[in-house]
Nanobody
């Protein structure tokens, strides 16, 4: 089993920044790709940014490209999401998810482990 714990959410004004963290524990060898998803009230879960274990490319949703940066510290089993130039439409619960294998990058059903989520609220 893998446990994921997110932190770093909060409330900011539009244009501000936040940095989310997600730390994995447990059966670390099962942690491969790590992806941030978000879910706004009344909407489905949306993939935001993704990074694999090694030095492969990072991936971003079009809505956050140029504003969000995902990074990973394998020594700390932690993935980060630096969010800059935040907009009110970024308001959502942000979840960290991981999987060892899979093919569809943004399909939540392909992720085995999920954190409890951290709330991000951006006011105009």
């Amino acid at each position: 089993q893998v446990q994921l714990v997110e932190s770093g959410g909060g409330s900011v004004q539009a244009g501000g920044s936040l940095r989310l963290s997600c730390t994995a524990s447990g059966d670390i060898k099962m942690v491969g790709r790590m992806t941030w998803f978000r879910q706004a009230p009344g909407k489905g879960r949306e993939g935001v940014a993704s990074i694999n274990t090694g030095s492969g490319p990072t991936h971003y949703a079009d809505s956050v490209k140029g504003r969000f940066t995902i990074s990973r510290d394998n020594a700390k089993n932690t993935v980060y999401l630096q969010m800059n130039s935040l907009k009110p439409e970024d308001t959502a619960m942000y979840y960290c998810a991981s999987r060892r294998y899979g093919s569809a990058l943004w399909d939540p059903q392909e992720y085995n482990y999920w954190g409890q989520g951290t709330q991000v609220t951006v006011s105009s």
